[in-house]
DNA sequence: TCTATCTTGGAATAGTCGTTCCAAGTTAGG
DNA sequence: CCTAACTTGGAACGACTATTCCAAGATAGA
């Protein structure tokens, strides 16, 4: 039988989502990657291709571990419109605080990178917005049923728009924009989806986006 | 007296700034560059300076001669909610048909570039951030004067969803959005801010948008 | 322990990157 | 026409790019 790895590829496609993540995957060599991973470059090769099919490997992971649960969990929240604003709080708090700060996220810069015509690529970042819309959608229609909604509201249409401002707080902040700001932009969108003015204006459904500013 | 340039540093400087809008700037070599402009290495730097300083400049000339224009029309136009639909539905319409479908925004595109920690670029995307919320706040004052809007709505707050929804629809258009999807999530956006459920249930202020699907 | 089979480190590949340099060409005032 | 001042084409630069290759090392069944 014939030698096994000598590392774990799991932790190392972690730790090159993490380098594309932070630097974006086009700006970054494999000579960064071999540094990063502590990896030789034949390790690499051998076990992720090139450097396409890795960018792949590290959006996909991306998604699974890192967009997938968060939108799984709004998607099972019951709570309806606070569990929208719940999740706006979470990412501008990631996406402005802590560990990732200023990171953005990783399908939304791929957007914008060279390997966005990459069949793969191009996969995941379709289902990352069929996903994000649809979890948007389902907590937009708990909201419904238990009429926090205001009438007439396109639960699809809103799912997008939210999708769409999601994606325009997490290119914003990899500029360096107030959360402040940001959550202020998600508050108004929520406010508008909310049942009636003089409900939300004496008791907002985001009143916690409030407080966290 | 010395000898007089060979060529014209504006219409350069133009083929340059598409260069970089399409294909981005990260990806694009000087090579390229020579090649779409047809002047000389030598030219190109005694000229607009290296590549940093080249990609600065086509920016600054995207903001002045793209997105200004447009914000100034929006921030002039006396219509109140029309204006804003009418701006997302031209944006719409230029990022998904005709010339530049695809392409994006220069602008949202370089927010995820290597470029973007440059003082010169950082300055023009927050420039941009900052007269694009502006314009979209004179506009929502018009609304608010003319009582195409809902009581409490903070002027403020719903500019900044504005703008953060245009780098949405910028960004997903990049990658080859249904332009349909991305009326319909303004569209929700605008009857939020409306003034009535009731009034923009049966004569939306956004009717032109959904027109247009 | 032997050996087939895989992994690994690291050299080497051809190509591209941004940038610099210089001789040759071009201009306009004197 | 002369010449100072500038522009231009194109070669050349070292540093980087992704990728390939191979000898040496490691493994586990026979």
Same mark, same amino acid.
């Given at each position: 039988?014939?030698?096994?790895?000598?590392?774990?590829?799991?932790?190392?496609?972690?730790?090159?989502?993490?380098?594309?993540?932070?630097?974006?995957?086009?700006?970054?060599?494999?000579?960064? !990657?071999?540094? %990063?991973?502590?990896?030789? =470059?034949?390790? #690499?090769? +051998?076990?992720?291709?090139?450097? *396409?099919? /890795?960018? &792949?490997?590290?959006?996909?992971?991306?998604?699974?571990?890192?967009?997938?649960? !968060?939108?799984? %969990?709004?998607?099972?929240? =019951?709570?309806? #419109?606070? +569990?929208?604003?719940?999740?706006? *709080?979470? /990412?501008? &708090?990631?996406?402005?605080?802590?560990?990732?700060?200023?990171?953005?996220?990783? !399908?939304?810069?791929?957007?914008?990178?060279?390997?966005?015509? #990459?069949?793969?690529?191009?996969?995941?970042?379709?289902?990352?917005? &069929?996903?994000?819309?649809?979890?948007?959608?389902?907590?937009?229609?708990?909201?419904?049923?238990?009429?926090?909604?205001?009438?007439?509201?396109?639960?699809?249409?809103?799912?997008?728009?939210?999708?769409?401002?999601?994606?325009?707080?997490?290119?914003?902040?990899?500029?360096?924009?107030?959360?402040?700001?940001?959550?202020?932009?998600?508050?108004?969108?929520?406010?508008?989806?909310?049942?009636?003015?003089?409900?939300?204006?004496?008791?907002?459904?985001?009143?916690?986006?409030?407080?966290?500013?």
């Amino acid at each position: 039988m014939p030698d096994v790895k000598h590392f774990d590829p799991d932790a190392a496609l972690e730790q090159v989502m993490r380098l594309f993540w932070e630097r974006g995957a086009d700006v970054t060599g494999i000579a960064d !990657v071999v540094q %990063a991973t502590g990896l030789s =470059r034949s390790s #690499l090769y +051998a076990t992720f291709g090139g450097k *396409e099919r /890795l960018q &792949a490997a590290a959006l996909g992971r991306y998604l699974e571990r890192r967009s997938r649960p !968060v939108f799984d %969990a709004l998607a099972a929240d =019951r709570r309806g #419109l606070p +569990a929208i604003a719940s999740f706006f *709080e979470q /990412l501008v &708090a990631a996406r402005c605080t802590g560990e990732h700060a200023r990171w953005g996220c990783l !399908v939304t810069n791929t957007h914008t990178g060279a390997g966005r015509e #990459l069949p793969e690529v191009r996969q995941v970042l379709d289902a990352h917005h &069929a996903e994000l819309r649809a979890a948007m959608r389902a907590a937009l229609t708990v909201a419904a049923g238990l009429g926090q909604v205001r009438p007439g509201l396109d639960a699809d249409a809103a799912a997008e728009t939210l999708a769409l401002l999601a994606y325009g707080v997490n290119l914003r902040s990899r500029a360096g924009a107030d959360p402040g700001d940001l959550l202020a932009g998600v508050r108004a969108v929520l406010d508008g989806f909310a049942r009636t003015v003089t409900e939300t204006a004496t008791e907002p459904v985001t009143d916690t986006v409030t407080e966290e500013r």
